[in-house]
């Protein structure tokens, strides 16, 4: 009984002092884009089928592929990539590359999801006379305020340019939906009588 009125008052104090949950609220997460869509009248196989040819539309560059296409499932799911061009000239050779991304469309009967997470940047390496630099590559692109430690970057760099890398994630995302969107309203070009 003294060990739960103990527990009791020690979870109170916790929570008056504004402690418990604090170390969840502080772990910085992925950035995601996230939404669902209602198409009322279309089918589960038609959603798929306007999906699957968007992304074989949207997605034609090298490093972009898609990873799974389940009809069955209801979901295609794929990788995407941006060119990023650094927000900074010093060092903007070794900042600029690719960021990278997955992009997930699930369907049902009259709704689609749509999830853009997982962004990842990579730098270029630099070639000069002196020899080839390192590339400055911020990698998994979070919802933390402050980057990643990016060894000799400095502050003012590589703060712009996590932010920069923040809201051009954001732009390619919100651009994918708005594409995605239109996408799946219509039915896919080709597909009627001939």
């Known amino acids: 009984m003294k060990r739960l009125v103990s527990k009791i008052i020690l979870a109170g104090v916790l929570l008056s002092?504004?402690?418990?949950?604090?170390?969840?609220?502080k772990a910085p997460q992925?950035?995601?884009?996230?939404?669902?869509?209602?198409?009322?009248?279309?089918?589960?196989?038609?959603?798929?089928?306007?999906?699957?040819?968007?992304?074989?539309?949207?997605?034609?560059?090298?490093?972009?592929?898609?990873?799974?296409?389940?009809?069955e499932a209801g979901q295609i799911i794929g990788r995407g990539a941006f060119e990023y061009v650094s927000?900074?000239?010093?060092?903007?050779?070794?900042?600029?590359?690719?960021?990278?991304?997955?992009?997930?469309?699930?369907?049902?009967?009259?709704?689609?999801?749509?999830?853009?997470?997982?962004?990842?940047?990579?730098?270029?390496?630099?070639?000069?006379?002196l020899g080839?630099?390192?590339?400055?590559?911020?990698?998994?692109?979070?919802?933390?305020?402050?980057y990643p430690k990016i060894k000799h970057c400095t502050k003012g760099v590589c703060g712009k340019n996590w932010a920069k890398l923040k809201a051009d994630c954001e732009k390619e995302a919100k651009t994918l939906k708005e594409s995605l969107s239109k996408a799946m309203e219509v039915p896919p070009s080709g597909s009627g009588a001939w």
């Open 17 to 25: 002092l504004g402690l418990a949950g604090m170390a969840a609220d």
């Open 30 to 71: 992925p950035l995601i884009f996230t939404g669902v869509v209602q198409v009322k009248t279309a089918t589960k196989d038609q959603l798929f089928n306007r999906a699957q040819a968007w992304f074989a539309s949207t997605f034609n560059c090298g490093k972009c592929v898609i990873q799974t296409s389940d009809k």
């Open 87 to 129: 927000a900074t000239f010093l060092a903007s050779d070794s900042i600029k590359g690719w960021v990278t991304y997955t992009i997930k469309v699930f369907v049902k009967d009259g709704r689609y999801k749509y999830e853009v997470t997982d962004f990842i940047h990579k730098g270029s390496k630099t070639v000069t006379r």
């Open 132 to 146: 080839v630099g390192d590339a400055f590559s911020f990698g998994l692109i979070t919802t933390a305020k402050h």
